[in-house]
């Protein structure tokens, strides 16, 4: 018996030695050569991008590298010409969260609303998802024009009430906060109902009716049962709530008034520096990025292994 359990491996093993000398199929190397491409092709800017990055001090934007060293990202600590990129990064940090946190809090409520029966559900449900499918530019246009018809209105409720000290201190209400989140959200907020929707159709009710059956409220039904269970995939809501919001330039770009987030600092430098800074930059933005997608991914497989009881 105690022997038993080390058999099946080594049962195994000739078993997977077997198929790996049968023969591929005709249309394996085909399927095969098409998925290396791909990958190339996704991820081989990126890799071109963050080896260039670490150029010594005489290398240029192209290959072949001159030197290996961290010079260029000195020099971005040190500032590229004018542009302040340190708070560029804060501001991008901070509406991401704010995007994450607002899309998680109201993608969860929706989704549960969504799961009862109710008139206008289906109206609801695609004027949601309904700027999916504009383009992104069109919607930040919209934005923008409709924050300045504010602009204009609240100008004139100051003017009318001749409270002519704020009418003078008054700039606009386009801001980070206000028309750049509300872009943000019309991006997100889709995701995560999509999201919310997926996960509750799966989700099985039954646990919800034992809890109440316990003598819980919905209340403590939703936090002690519910929400352990959904809990991976409101993670990974806000893990899209994020990375969606951190790279976002084409709906930012005409909401985001006087102020630039990283994205768009990015982009104008593409025009403007002609150094393996802008290089550094980019290896900086991939790394936030994809430690915030790995920080998730084990936020998840944390909630995961706790539902299960591991």
């Not at 195994?12 to 049968?22: D, K, L, M, N």
Request: hydrophobic share 50%.
């Amino acid at each position: 018996m105690g022997t038993a359990p080390s058999s099946v491996p080594a049962a195994a093993a000739p078993a997977r030695a077997r198929r790996w000398r049968e023969p591929r199929k005709p249309g394996f190397w085909p399927l095969a050569l098409f998925f290396t491409l791909f990958v190339v092709f996704l991820y081989g800017p990126m890799a071109v991008i963050v080896t260039l990055s670490f150029q010594g001090p005489e290398g240029g934007l192209t290959f072949p590298m001159r030197g290996v060293s961290l010079h260029w990202f000195g020099q971005l600590a040190e500032g590229l010409g004018v542009v302040d990129i340190g708070a560029a990064l804060w501001r991008s940090l901070g509406l991401g969260a704010a995007v994450m946190a607002l899309t998680v809090l109201c993608a969860v409520p929706a989704g549960l609303a969504l799961r009862k029966p109710m008139r206008g559900a289906g109206a609801l449900f695609y004027t949601a998802v309904a700027s999916l499918i504009m383009p992104s530019i069109i919607v930040s246009l919209g934005i923008g024009l409709e924050f300045r018809l504010l602009d204009g209105l609240i100008k004139a409720v100051l003017e009318r009430l001749g409270m002519t000290a704020e009418l003078e201190s008054y700039g606009t209400a386009l801001g980070l906060y206000t028309s750049a989140l509300g872009a943000h959200l019309s991006w997100t907020l889709p995701f995560g109902l999509l999201i919310m929707l997926a996960v509750f159709n799966r989700f099985d009710r039954a646990w919800e009716e034992a809890a109440r059956d316990l003598g819980a409220s919905p209340w403590q039904g939703f936090w002690h049962v519910v929400l352990p269970i959904i809990g991976p995939s409101v993670v990974g809501i806000a893990m899209f709530g994020f990375t969606l919001s951190w790279d976002e330039i084409a709906r930012t770009s005409q909401a985001i008034g006087d102020v630039n987030t990283l994205p768009l600092e990015l982009q104008g430098l593409t025009t403007t520096v002609t150094t393996p800074a802008i290089y550094a930059l980019g290896t900086v933005t991939m790394a936030v990025s994809f430690s915030v997608m790995g920080l998730t991914l084990a936020a998840g497989r944390w909630m995961a292994r706790r539902r299960r009881g591991g």
